[in-house]
């Protein structure tokens, strides 16, 4: 027999068991980097899912605001259940319920055929549904109808802000030649005459005179209880977190962050309250002056109140001149996605008004459409029940 050559031996198993270790160690790198490779495909929708958790917190821990600093942003809130009334005009059952009646008696118009509910039709979440109103003779105005909903919390009342409470707003269109046209003085003296408004009026007011004050207190009144505070996302701001689906939580984040909508639409009415210019007026047409009628500070032209976004599914069309026609959720949210325009005149100027400016806050977004998607999801949130009620009986 040969002898063994135990060196030969060693040095072949030696070679195995390296090829071995490198087989070994081939296969943990090739596992380790199928891993990462994993990690780095799962990560968004990892950190998406821990970003739903987040949110479904306490708000103290929910990720900070993504915007500028110079603005003075109201965390977002709960709509309580009523505004405060003012102190001269308190709330009373007896008022509010006078209110409701005049709310919806075509004898203030001029015509006797048009009621504040006309433009504002419960059925219609208490706007019209038209792009822009129309009103005394058929006459078409400038501007859309806005819901009346929540408008007890509004600092300042019609797109350009030219009325600081409810019932000077009454007044302005009652008396609107292009609204409802009516002499507030006449017709107050008119419903006077109506012998079934009389006990209204006493138990509202202790006694039965009529007064145009009074009519516009009492209708005041009643748009102050025509609230909706019981949203899905008054829900989830009081603590239902469970109540939003993922995406209308992502589109929550976004609507706070890089959506940029937290900048003018924040607090219990998701709205700044200011004056914005988005590129929808055109200089010389319709009524492009917005808050510049009243300022007359070149930075207003073209800038029109910031609505709130409560019920916004259901009061299409949208903007101040109800621009656009299918004009949906998603349709304006790609027109903020681009950053809108900066309109320029048709032609030339038409006027001494300067020319309007695009709001600086309002720049292009780069959204997805999946993250478009989300926020419309979270936008839907917004929408209460729609307040519905038919015409009361009228003296």
């Known amino acids: 027999m040969g002898q ?4 030969g031996v060693i040095a072949r198993i030696g070679s195995r068991l390296a090829r071995r270790e490198s087989i070994v160690f081939v296969a943990i790198a090739a596992a380790t980097a199928a891993f990462i490779a994993l990690v780095y495909a799962f990560a968004p929708a990892i950190e998406r899912a821990r970003l739903v958790e987040r949110y479904r917190g306490p708000q103290s821990q929910w990720p900070a605001l993504e915007t500028r ?36 008696d075509p004898r203030l118009s001029g015509s006797n055929q048009i009621a504040c509910a006309s433009c504002h039709e419960p059925s219609l979440g208490w706007a019209d549904g038209r792009h822009k109103a129309v009103g005394h003779d058929r006459q078409v105005g400038n501007l859309n109808t806005p819901t009346v909903l929540n408008a007890g919390f509004k600092d300042r009342m019609f797109w350009d802000g030219r009325a600081a409470d409810l019932e000077t707003q009454v007044v302005a269109s009652w008396s609107n030649p292009i609204e409802m046209a009516g002499v507030p003085e006449h017709r107050a003296r008119q419903l006077g005459e109506v012998a079934g408004y009389a006990p209204l009026f006493a138990d509202a007011y202790g006694d039965p005179s009529v007064t145009v004050a009074r009519i516009a207190q009492a209708i005041a009144t009643f748009m102050r209880t025509l609230n909706t505070p019981n949203t899905r996302f008054d829900r989830f701001m009081r603590g239902e977190r469970d109540i939003f689906t993922a995406a209308e939580i992502r589109g929550l984040d976004l609507f706070r962050g890089r959506a940029n909508c937290v900048r003018c639409h924040h607090g219990a009415l998701l709205s ?98 999946a993250e478009l998607d989300d926020l419309a999801a979270f936008l839907r949130t917004l929408d209460g029940h729609s307040l519905y009620m038919p015409q009361p009986d009228l003296p």
């Open 4 to 7: 063994v050559n135990p060196g």
């Open 272 to 369: 700044d309250g200011d004056f914005h210019h988005l590129g929808t007026s055109v200089h010389g047409v319709g009524d492009y002056l917005g808050r510049y009628r009243e300022t007359g500070a070149p930075e207003d032209v073209g800038a029109f109140a910031t609505p709130g976004l409560r019920n916004i599914a259901r009061t299409a069309p949208y903007m101040h001149n109800g621009f656009g026609d299918g004009i949906d959720i998603e349709s304006l949210l790609a027109l903020y996605n681009m950053g809108w325009w900066q309109n320029a005149p048709p032609t030339e100027k038409v006027s001494d008004v300067p020319l309007a400016r695009l709001s600086p806050l309002i720049e292009p977004l780069g959204l997805t459409p």
């Open 69 to 104: 600093a110079d603005l003075d942003i109201e965390a977002l809130a709960p709509l309580p259940g009523r505004p405060e009334f003012p102190a001269d005009n308190p709330f009373s059952e007896a008022k509010a319920a006078l209110g409701k009646r005049l709310f919806f």
